[in-house]
């Protein structure tokens, strides 16, 4: 049975290796026969949340900016996937900034389940994503039946295309293909 996997790419990079990443993943989420979006935040317009808390209430952010279609997206999705570079072994400002604007979708009737981290970042060892994955995993935790179904992680790529070969995107295809 297909699902609908959203992507959401937060590198600003042009040809970003955790934008490559993504593509790896959705490209096996695609083959499975699921039904594949991909958002980048690349030119979005995000702002700060104010922590005016009125989306709880209403369902929707007083802040007419790009996060607001892309909750919405969020919240019709099945399955998300946050593609980020690691800076200072910590995901993106702009994923942040969109897990926080994302909280509209607390008291709403979302359809994701499954959510998924696809990183890179420069330095290699394992442990680099750790604090990505505990960033994501306090927002999941906010969601009721949500869990992180999986992560991938490519280090040692720091320039664009750098990421070309590595054994990353395999698990990354891999992963898609069984969501």
């Known amino acids: 049975m297909s699902k609908k996997v959203l992507l959401i790419s937060t590198s600003l990079r042009a040809h970003s290796n955790s934008e490559v990443l993504a593509d790896a993943f959705?490209?096996?989420?695609?083959?499975?026969?699921?039904?594949?979006?991909k958002i980048s935040l690349k030119g979005k317009s995000l702002a700060f949340c104010k922590g005016c808390l009125s989306?709880?209430?209403?369902?929707?952010?007083?802040?007419?900016?790009?996060?607001v279609e892309i909750a919405e997206r969020m919240r019709n999705a099945e399955v998300i996937a946050f593609a980020t570079p690691n800076y200072y072994y910590e995901m993106s400002g702009q994923m942040k900034t969109l897990l926080d604007r994302a909280n509209s979708l607390?008291?709403?009737?979302?359809?994701?389940?499954?959510?998924?981290?696809?990183?890179?970042?420069?330095?290699?060892?394992?442990?680099?994503?750790?604090?990505?994955?505990?960033?994501?995993?306090?927002?999941?935790?906010?969601?009721?039946g949500v869990t992180l179904a999986g992560s991938v992680f490519a280090g040692g790529v720091n320039k664009p295309g750098e990421i070309e070969g590595h054994a990353a995107l395999k698990q990354a295809y891999e992963m898609g293909l069984n969501v």
């Not at 989306?55 to 996060?67: F, Y």
């Not at 008291?107 to 290699?124: K, N």
Request: aromatic share 10%.
């Open 55 to 67: 989306c709880i209430q209403t369902g929707k952010c007083v802040i007419s900016d790009d996060a």
């Open 26 to 37: 959705l490209a096996g989420a695609g083959d499975a026969g699921n039904v594949i979006e």
């Open 106 to 144: 607390y008291a709403a009737d979302y359809a994701f389940r499954e959510i998924y981290l696809l990183t890179s970042a420069a330095d290699e060892p394992d442990s680099v994503p750790e604090r990505a994955l505990h960033g994501l995993e306090g927002w999941i935790e906010c969601f009721e």
